[in-house]
């Protein structure tokens, strides 16, 4: 603790990118992308980086081309999976 109550990690800190969510993620996708991204705790299945971003590009683009936009409100109604950052991210491009 450095200050009364206040608890600090022993780690150094964390920067920050300012750089969007989804721009991040895509960033060293391509690299990564046959790396497991995201593995679903219960069943074991992983999405590989390369799956990801292929599945939000193709989500992003079909919700595009259904009108959706920036400033449209969009509602995710998803159990704890992987396909939940898909549809995340696909809504945040």
Not at 17 to 41: C, H, M, N, S, W
Not at 65 to 90: M, Q, T
């Amino acid at each position: 603790m450095d200050q009364a109550g206040i608890i600090t990690s022993p780690f150094p800190t964390v920067t920050i990118p300012d750089l969007a969510f989804t721009d991040y993620v895509y960033q060293r996708a391509a690299e990564l992308a046959d790396k497991p991204a995201l593995i679903d705790g219960s069943s074991g299945r992983t999405l590989t980086y390369g799956q990801i971003t292929g599945a939000i590009r193709l989500v992003a683009a079909s919700l595009a081309a259904r009108g959706f936009g920036k400033g449209d409100v969009f509602a995710i109604y998803s159990p704890n999976l992987p396909e939940y950052a898909v549809a995340f991210h696909a809504v945040a491009t």
